[in-house]
């Protein structure tokens, strides 16, 4: 059964660079079998995409954050990462990683969350 | 503003039958793209419990179930019990916003 874990730091400075790690196991990313995505959830309210990558680096970010967002996959070590630069008050939420089918875009699992507050 | 649209709350009392629309547009639900549902309950991590609009995934009761029509789909869940007081999210494909993925705001559901 396959399992997903976010890491990284928890407050992270206005204007500086969130960055998020997604270690996979119970399943190899390399397999080519789905899409691996980050998703945010602000206080209170509801879920954001913020994209998606494909074990070959081939990305999708959403149009309002994609200025700012880098997202990347190390196959060596199973794990994708998230970049979000110049972040504000506005970027303090929740970060998921999930794991999404191909062939409909479910994100079939999911980590459980790590909360990011941007303070100085 | 979400680009599906759901109601923020539903109520119903045990073992009663309560439906939780999504509705969205011609370049989403209504381009045939599929519809999922996740439900999340207090404090923990979404959970997918409806893909391609009407498939459960293995371990979620057959008491909920989805089915979509045009530019909406629908959550129902029958036999309500104490246990699925939680938030639902339903999620699709949008053709104008480049292969984003889209969710509804998301609907509160009490269990009286």
């Known amino acids: 059964q396959v399992q997903l874990q976010e890491s990284g730091p928890g407050l992270v400075k206005p204007s500086q660079t969130l960055s998020l790690t997604c270690t996979v196991s119970g399943d190899s990313i390399s397999s080519g079998g789905y899409y691996w995505s980050w998703i945010r959830q602000h206080p209170g309210k509801g879920l954001e995409s913020i994209g998606y990558?494909?074990?070959?680096?081939?990305?999708y970010y959403n149009p309002s954050l994609k200025s700012r967002v880098t997202i990347s996959v190390d196959t060596s070590k199973n794990q994708f990462s998230l970049k979000l630069s110049s972040v504000t008050a506005a970027d303090t939420a929740v970060y998921y990683c999930?794991?999404?089918?191909?062939?409909?875009?479910?994100?079939?699992?999911w980590g459980q969350g790590t909360l990011v507050t941007v303070s100085s | 503003q979400s680009v599906l649209t759901q109601p923020p709350s539903v109520s119903g009392a045990p073992g009663q039958r309560v439906t939780i629309s999504c509705t969205g547009s011609s370049s989403n639900i209504g381009a045939g793209y599929d519809v999922h549902w996740y439900q999340q309950l207090p404090g923990t991590a979404p959970k997918l419990l409806i893909y391609?609009?009407?498939n459960r995934p293995s371990g979620v009761p057959d008491r909920f179930s989805g089915s979509k029509s045009g530019t909406s789909a629908s959550l129902a869940i029958t036999g309500l019990q104490a246990e699925d007081e939680a938030d639902y999210y339903c999620q699709s494909y949008d053709s104008t916003l480049s292969g984003s993925r889209v969710f509804g705001g998301g609907t509160k559901l009490t269990v009286l």
């Open positions: 999930s794991r999404d089918r191909i062939v409909d875009t479910a994100m079939e699992s």
């Open positions: 990558i494909y074990y070959t680096g081939r990305t």
């Open positions: 391609g609009n009407i």
